[in-house]
């Protein structure tokens, strides 16, 4: 990779059920989740064609083959989230049996992704951990991370990057990314309303948020002397989440213009615009989504041939930012 050239950087964040049971009721996903599963293997497909680079952080509980191996499988020390509904293992416990094992396992998706060229399989947390939920020890977490370490490499994936679930973390935990040799690390955008202080002005921050998605309120281009390093992993800013599934065609349109006008300027001042969203997200509507996605690859495509612009793996672009 060139360090003078724009760059695209898509990380997808790969939970399937464990990313969301604590607000859904299982078995009325099963249809959605169903598509997600068929489309994973488009996405590689996809991406493969056309030589676009893309991280998939991915819940290790993903990688389990069954409930059995799940069972045998699990961190000496366990979260004990205040909030019950967030505790992964009692879900797990409950709906095992009653809910389709594709909802939770996707060893089989996660050799695709493997197999595919250009693609990095990072870590979302083994369980879908949340670092700054009250009962979330660094002890569980540093238990958490070293599970999917050692899950990942009995598929021989060696975890280079990490996607904190909902960016919940300290500098504590950064440390013990290190710990675990993760080298990269997703950060929120750097703007006020997508910072990691909940507890301040919710309401507001998510109108922006939602906001920003369809109209220029924030610029989420930014240039590599923005990446940060602390305990020797580098923090990579998200620039927008991705929405190719609004409500309406206006919503699409006005997304789509938002994220090609910020690629664009990405592309002409060398600079990075890192893309991220959920795999599920495009489980409504499924076909709708791929052909969203098709028009942006070939916005991209447009920009590589006129300006050079690159497409990275969250690793990749760790490696660049360590050499310079």
Known sequence: MKTNKGTLVISLDFELIWGVFDHIEPLSKVNYFANTRKLVPQLCQLFADNHIAATWATVGMLMHE???????????VKPDYKNKLLNPYNFGVQH?????????FAPDLVRTIQKTPFQEIATHTYSHYYCLEKGG??????ADLG???KLAQRLNVSL???????????????????????????TNPNIWFWDNEYTKNPLLKKVFRTGDAYVPIADMVYSSNQIKRDEGVVLQPASRFYRPFGSSQVQRLLHRKRVFNEMTVAAKNNNIYHLWWHPH??????????QE????????LKLQAEYGMQSSTMVQMAEVHNRV
Not at 66 to 76: C, G, K
Not at 96 to 104: H, I, Q, R
């Open 281 to 290: 997200n495009f489980g409504n509507e499924p076909k709708t989504c791929l």
């Open 66 to 76: 069954n409930w059995e191996d799940w069972l045998a499988y699990q961190p000496v």
């Open 96 to 104: 095992k049996g009653t809910v389709p094992e594709s909802l939770f």
């Open 160 to 186: 280079k990057s990490l996607v904190f679930p909902r960016n919940q973390y300290t500098k504590n935990h950064i440390q013990l990314c290190a710990k675990w040799g993760i080298e990269s690390v997703r």
């Open 137 to 142: 020890s660094l002890e569980a977490f540093d």
């Open 147 to 149: 599970n999917a370490v």
């Open 293 to 300: 996605l098709k028009l942006l690859i070939n916005h991209f």
